[in-house]
Each structure stands twice: as C-alpha cells, then as structure tokens.
C-alpha cells in the first residue's frame, strides 16, 4: 500500500504500538515495553526504541535506579527527537518535554528509595493519539 496521498488521521497505527499505549496509561511500563520490544525486532524504527526508552525509564525511575533512569531519558529523547513533530499519531514534542521535565527533577545520583522517589513528584506520562486538526 502506498502511503502517498495519506492524510494525518489515515497513517497507519501499529496494533502493538496501540497495546503500548494502553500498558504506559496503566503504568505498566514493563509490559509496554515488551509489547514495543517485539514490534521495535520487527520494524528496527528508532522512534519506537526511544518511546521503548521511555517506558524502562519510568520503571528505573520507579524503582530507585536513578542513574539508569537519566541515561535512558536522555537516550530517548535524542532517539525521539528526529521524529518532530509527531510520529504515529504521537505528539513527539509532548514526549520530549516530559522526559526535560523529568531529567530536571531527578537528581545526579545513582539510586534512591521508593520514598524519596515519591517525593520528586513524577507522574506517568499520558499518551493519547492526536487527532487531526481541521
């Protein structure tokens, strides 16, 4: 199929890439990044390494691997960045602030406990498909 002529709303979504959606709003960013591993093997897009970055961080993050956590911010976010503005319907711009918002409050330290990880106040990130503007 020929993507020529396609509009916004018309580009194709990955039913994989949907179920990673649906695990990173659960916040169930080990199963996000399983589901995206396995489309990621098949495809070798960097944008869906770094969104794949993005949901191990978050489980890093969680679990008081600070040190590990930064680096894959980081990573992703030079991965998603050649993606602006959107990519699969994503708005790419929305990731890269989250995950500068993210890196500006995680502190330059290697691990922490689950409390003072609490305390940074780091929510998920929420990822919804954009829809097309009219």
């Not at 993050?61 to 994503?90: E, M, Q, W």
């Amino acid at each position: 199929m020929s993507t020529k002529g396609m509009t916004f709303m018309d580009e194709p979504i990955p039913q994989k890439f949907l179920a990673y959606l649906q695990y990173m709003n659960e916040e169930d960013y080990f199963e996000a990044h399983e589901v995206l591993e396995d489309l990621w093997h098949s495809d070798r897009i960097d944008f869906y390494k770094g969104m794949i970055q993005v949901a191990v961080a978050i489980f890093h993050l969680r679990n008081g691997n600070i040190k590990g956590a930064r680096y894959l911010f980081s990573r992703a976010k030079s991965l998603v960045t050649p993606y602006l503005p959107h990519y699969r319907r994503i708005n790419v711009q929305q990731v890269i602030a989250y995950i500068d918002d993210c890196l500006k409050k995680i502190p330059d330290v290697i691990e922490m406990e689950r409390e003072e990880v609490d305390m940074l106040g780091i929510k998920g990130i929420r990822l919804e498909l954009m829809e097309e503007s009219r």
